[in-house]
């Protein structure tokens, strides 16, 4: 989580805007646990949101509480047969 409390720091462009922001996330964890903050703060990580309100919505929505989609998933090739077009097909 510290990890996430810096980027937000260094995305606002204004200091003081960044430390309320800092305070209003940090204060999650006395409402919902620092489990569920944390896994919050993994989830905007990966959308590469730095902010209070991003937070707030994965808490509000319980997005937090859902596994982190795989990267690896999204990458993977198409699996290879035969009715498959490759692009000499449309050349």
Request: charged share 25%.
């Amino acid at each position: 989580m510290a990890d996430y409390i810096t980027k937000v720091l260094e995305y606002k462009t204004y200091p003081e805007q960044a430390y309320k922001s800092c305070a209003g996330i940090l204060s999650f964890a006395r409402r919902v646990g620092a489990k569920r903050l944390i896994n919050a703060c993994r989830w905007a990580d990966s959308y590469g949101l730095y902010n209070y309100p991003a937070i707030e919505k994965i808490l509000n929505n319980r997005q937090d509480e859902l596994p982190l989609p795989e990267d690896d998933a999204a990458l993977q090739d198409m699996p290879q047969h035969e009715n498959i077009r490759g692009k000499e097909y449309f050349n």
